[in-house]
C-alpha cells in the first residue's frame, strides 16, 4: 500500500494510431477485457509505471494490447476531466502516430481481448471520453495537412502526385481540385521529382516523387 | 492520509506567459518561497486539486502567485521524467499565454516571494526542467508565427503593417525584409485595411489594419 499526505490521481496514457487502409481513415481500437467498459472499445493504453517515462509508456501499452512497435509518436493532450473515469481521478496523456497500413501487423494480447481497424466516420460507442480523444487527433491531423509534410507518412519512398492527393483527400474526407493541388504541392518546394515514371491503366506514366528532404514532420516555410 | 494499491504521481501545472515589452520577447516567472528550490526562479504553477479541471489549476496558480488572471491559456505538453523533481514523482502539465503588456499588472502572493518579467534570451537559472518547458514554449510559438495569426495577440485591435512586423522580428529574433513580410502578411488574406492612418514622425502616414475575421488563431489556409 502507498501513502499520501494529499490525494493523488492516477496517470494513463492513450495512443491514437491512424491509418489509411481501403481508401479510409482509420484508427486502431482495442476491445477492454476488464472493467470499467468491460466488452467495450478504446484506444490502446494504460497506467503510467511510478518509474516509467511517459512515451515509454505509451509504447509499452501500445505494444502489449496491439502488437504493434516501432511507430513514431507525438504527444497529442492531456485529459484530466474529475469524472472521466468512475474508478478515481484518472488524467491521461494521449498521443497519436501515422502509419503506413501494410507495415503493420496486429495482435491484441494483455488488457485486450480484441484489437482491429475502425474507419473514423463509423466508430462505435467508446469507453471514456476517448470519442473526445479522437476527434481531437482528427483536428489535429486536418490541420497538419495544412502546413506540413504529415500526409508523407501515409506514402511509400516513393509516390505520385495523385497517391499523394488521394491521402488528402481520404483525411479531409473532400474532393480537391487537381491542378490547384499540383500547383499548390509544388510551390511549397517540398517535393523532389525522380526520373522514374509508373504506368497507370490507359493514362499516361505518372512521375514519381520523393519529399525533397528527408524526415517526418517539416514545416511549410 | 490516503492510501493507494499502487504508488501514484502527483500533477502539476505551470504556465509560461509571454509578453512583448521594450521591444523584447519576454516571460512571466516567480521567485520560489518553499522548497524544493527556495529562492530559485521558475514558472507559476502547483499542484492539481483531486476534484478540480487541469487547465482551472493552471489558471488559478497563475493568479494565486501573479495575480495575472483572464488570459487564454493553450495546452503546450506534459512533462514527466521520472526524476524531474526530487520529491516525488511529479508530473507537469504546461500551458502558454500571449498577452500585450499593458494589460497586465503583477503582484507576487501566495507560494510566490517575488514575480517579473524576464528575457527569453537571458533568462535565471530555473527550478525543475522549466527551462526545457520555456524553450518548448519558445518553439512551438516561432512555429505558429508560420502557419495562424498567432502574432496579432500582442496587438491592439488595429495596427501598422510595420507594427506586425516588428513582433515578428521579435519572436524570431531576426530582421525581416520589409517588402516581402507585406507581400506575405497581404496575400493571406487575413488582414483587413481600416481606412484610418497614422503618422509616426517624418514618414508618411501608415494605414492602420485589423484582423479579417475576429478571433484568436486562425490557420492560413
Redesign the interface.
Known sequence: ???????????TTDVVVFTIRDERLQVLLVKRRNPPFTGCWALPGG??N?????EACALRELQEETGVSGVFLE?L??F???DRDPRE?V?T?TYYALVPHDHIRIEAASDASAATWFDCTDLPALAFDHDQVIATALKRLR?KL??STVAFQFLPDKFTLSELQRVYEIILDQTLDKRNFRRRMLSYGLLAATEEKVRNGNHRPARLYRPQTPGRVE???
Open positions: 500500500m502507498y501513502t499520501y499526505e494529499h490525494p493523488h490521481p492516477a496517470v497506467f503510467v511510478i518509474d516509467e517515462d511517459i504527444q493532450y492531456t484530466g476531466a474529475p481521478r488524467i496523456v490541420a495544412q502546413y514545416f511549410i516555410k
